[in-house]
């Protein structure tokens, strides 16, 4: 069955730390790991990443994967406290062309003023 | 000019019950997916179509039963509600089956309680 890992599972921070955040997957036929933000309603969508080592961008957030270690981080930079989310991590496999996700628990992240 | 939406966004109903959760997707989306989120906010696979047809069936109880009239909708009908069903339920939805992979864009969720 396919699996998800997340760490840590929650984080406490101050205004202007840069947090890591973790993710490791065994998923058949992996073709992408997506990277959503939960605030109080539905996750919105920050990353997918489809190729190992190549970062991606979008303000203070970056992701990056690794296919050799099956694994992905997120980066938060200068945290602020609208950053207070759970993370979720995704993995998306191909069981022909059918593109499933199967989630880790979450990080939940809480930046302090 | 929502994305993905879901009605109703709260649901309380007796044990036993049968209700229905709609999703509408204005996006031009092939593919339409049904996730649980339970109390520990762990988010899982139910269903998922694409252009009406049924792609992905999980190990999901047999009184969950999607319907999918078009491609912009997918509804979710749950028979004999149990006290075990309360949870959120999203509607998510992702470009087509080929060419993939694809981002997936979640609705606003259904809260479920069951008493």
């Known amino acids: 069955e396919d699996k998800v890992v997340q760490s840590p599972l929650s984080l406490v921070v101050h205004e202007g730390d840069t947090v890591t955040l973790n993710c490791s997957y065994e998923?058949?036929?992996?073709?992408?790991l997506l990277w959503y933000k939960q605030e109080k309603k539905a996750p919105t969508f920050l990353f997918m990443l489809?190729?190992?080592?190549i970062e991606k961008k979008s303000g203070r957030l970056s992701s990056i994967l690794d296919k050799k270690e099956l694994s992905s981080i997120l980066n938060i930079t200068a945290t602020q406290t609208g950053d207070s989310a759970i993370y979720l991590c995704?993995?998306?496999?191909?069981?022909?062309?059918?593109?499933?996700?199967?989630f880790g628990k979450g990080t939940l992240l809480t930046v302090n003023p | 000019d929502t994305a993905v939406s879901q009605t109703p966004k709260y649901l309380v109903t007796q044990m036993g019950n049968d209700k229905s959760i709609k999703c509408e997707q204005n996006?031009?989306?092939?593919?339409m997916y049904w996730y649980k989120q339970d109390s520990k906010k762990f988010l899982k696979i139910m269903f998922s179509?694409?252009?009406?047809?049924?792609?992905i069936n999980e190990t999901v109880p047999n009184r969950f039963s999607p319907k999918s009239p078009d491609k912009a909708h997918l509804n979710l009908h749950i028979n004999s509600l149990e006290l075990g069903d309360s949870a959120v339920y999203f509607c998510?939805?992702?470009?087509?089956?080929?060419?993939?992979?694809?981002?997936?864009?979640f609705g606003p969720g259904t809260r479920l309680t069951v008493t």
């Open positions: 998923v058949t036929n992996f073709r992408s």
């Open positions: 998510a939805s992702s470009q087509g089956r080929t060419s993939g992979p694809y981002e997936q864009y």
């Open positions: 995704a993995g998306q496999n191909s069981g022909g062309s059918n593109y499933k996700l199967t």
């Open positions: 996006l031009g989306h092939d593919t």
């Open positions: 179509y694409n252009n009406k047809e049924l792609i």
């Open positions: 489809t190729s190992s080592g």
